[in-house]
Antibody
Framework: EVQLVESGGVVVQPGGSLRLSCAAS????????MHWVRQAPGKGLEWVSL????????YYADSVKGRFTISRDNSKNSLYLQMNSLRTEDTALYYC????????????WGQGTLVTVSS | QSALTQPRSVSGSPGQSVTISCTGT?????????VSWYQQHPGKAPKLMIY???KRPSGVPDRFSGSKSGNTASLTISGLQAEDEADYYC????????????FGGGTKLTVL
């Protein structure tokens, strides 16, 4: 069974940094593109970032470009999101999602980890 | 990229059919056959229902179907059931020189 378990969400002050993790199991992790998608409280979904199966290609939404860095460790079946220069508008539930059946779709999602940016 | 436009809410009675629209531009919905749809129940993670405009992942009932015409994609749910009540989000590839994905604002489906 595919499982994606996010962690690392906490309350952080504006301007602070945070690293989210996503532990994957139940599938061959290094066969798949991975995404981060976020959802502000009571709001819709917003795509954040994508990383290719080998980590060689990374892409970001304009809203996080230059502040967030996506990475993966295929030896640990883990996905990461380094978040710097956090803003109040980054407050959201952050989901990791497995790409598939095509890279432009998110075939399986974790339950999310909540990041709150507040002073 | 601006969010895709969806109706805030739709409703239907059990057994009926409903259609949710998703309007974008020629830079996203109209430019690529990479539209996907997600179902989200309250407090739960989203679930992929349709990808590549009209393809269903394994396990998704064939009551769910997708289509596209021009810059507007649609999700049709036939034979409505109580468990279909949820939020639905469309999503489209929107990259030109780089990878980019844009979601719609979401539609609340109420089963009367």
């Amino acid at each position: 069974e595919v499982q994606l378990v996010e962690s690392g969400g906490v309350v952080v002050q504006p301007g602070g940094s945070l690293r989210l993790s996503c532990a994957a199991s139940g599938f061959t992790f290094d066969d798949y593109t991975m995404h981060w998608v976020r959802q502000a409280p009571g709001k819709g979904l917003e795509w954040v970032s994508l990383i290719s199966w080998d980590g060689g290609s990374t892409y970001y939404a304009d809203s996080v470009k230059g502040r967030f860095t996506i990475s993966r460790d295929n030896s640990k079946n883990s996905l990461y999101l380094q978040m710097n220069s956090l803003r109040t508008e980054d407050t959201a539930l952050y989901y990791c999602a497995k790409g598939g059946p095509v890279d432009t779709a998110m075939g399986r999602w974790g339950q999310g980890t909540l990041v709150t940016v507040s002073s | 990229q601006s969010a895709l436009t969806q109706p805030r809410s739709v409703s239907g009675s059990p057994g009926q059919s409903v259609t949710i629209s998703c309007t974008g531009t020629s830079s996203d919905v109209g430019g690529y056959n990479y539209v996907s749809w997600y179902q989200q129940h309250p407090g739960k993670a989203p679930k992929l229902m349709i990808y590549d405009v009209s393809k269903r992942p394994s396990g998704v009932p064939d009551r769910f179907s997708g289509s596209k015409s021009g810059n507007t994609a649609s999700l049709t749910i036939s034979g409505l059931q109580a468990e279909d009540e949820a939020d639905y989000y469309c999503c489209s590839y929107a990259g030109s020189y780089t990878f980019d994905v844009v979601f719609g604002g979401g539609t609340k489906l109420t089963v009367l």
